[in-house]
């Protein structure tokens, strides 16, 4: 049996937001394992247990950049909200997404190796990532970019530095940058049911099973409650289906909003800062107990 420690306690929490109880039974239930703990708690729990799934624990910046018509998202990552805010730092992420616009680098390693002088520092963007390592004294990475280059219109949006959202269309401009704010709002998982990740249906329907289950009903009545939890999931992360932020009558879809607009989106791009990135949450208890039992040791 993995033993349970409050730091895991507290990172469960904190992706839960559930009673600090009911992460340790969970975390015991689970033998440790936190992504097994979770699933528990949102069987428990229903939705409330992942409605702070979303937060992160990484810092850094999203930038974008549209020249002549090509656009850019990008996200460059660093270790504290302190140095996300540096003016070097800054003007290094906006430069790299306008070279990721300009140039069309197919991986972050390409991007790294194009040309790039900034504060004394070159003349590669990596010579400069890592000038800037030196200077600033944190550690700074380029995490991943989207480029568009399809001919198509692009709306971009930026909530702050740490929400950045990019949407290919063709149509109105006001629309499509609406429905950019809605994404960065409402953070849809993908344009339509169709193209919702297969793996993320299937972690949704393992969880709509295990929570029909505990009723007690009949096999084909549990069925019925499995599939209709999916679909009503579909929904919620589609885009097209979402309730329209906008929305003057609290239920128009973005879909039918887009058609009454005459606008067609074709594809977009949320990114979240530190988004799916895990920070090392320290067990101070356990390091002091550590460093008690070496010096009896000695």
Known sequence: ????????????????????????????????????????????????????????????????????????????????????????????TNAVAGLIATEGPADVAALSALPLSQEGFGPTVEDVRKGLIGKIGENMSIRRFQRYASGSKLASYLHGTRIGVMVEFEGDDVAAKDVAMHVAAMKPAALSAAEVSAELVEKERKIAAEKAAESGK????????????????????????????????GKQTVGAMLKDKATQVKSFTLYVVGEGIEKKVDDFAAEVAAQVAAAKGQ
């Not at 979303?54 to 090509?70: F, I, L, Y």
């Not at 009949?218 to 932020?245: R, T, W, Y």
Request: proline share 2%; charged share 25%; glycine share 6%.
């Open 1 to 92: 049996m993995a033993a349970i420690t409050a730091s895991m306690v507290a990172e469960l929490r904190a992706r839960t937001d559930a009673p600090m109880m009911e992460c340790k039974k969970a975390l015991t239930e689970a033998e440790g394992d936190l992504v097994r703990a979770e699933e528990i708690l949102r069987v428990k729990l229903g939705n409330k247990a992942g409605k702070a799934a979303s937060r992160v624990t990484a810092e850094g910046v999203v930038a974008s950049a549209v020249v002549g018509g090509v656009g850019a998202l990008l996200e460059v990552n660093c270790e504290t909200d302190f140095v996300s805010k540096n003016d070097a730092f800054l003007a290094f």
């Open 218 to 249: 009949p096999a084909d009545i549990v069925a019925k409650m499995v599939e209709g939890s999916v679909q009503k999931f579909l929904k919620e992360v589609s885009l097209l289906d979402q309730v329209f932020v906008k929305a003057a009558d």
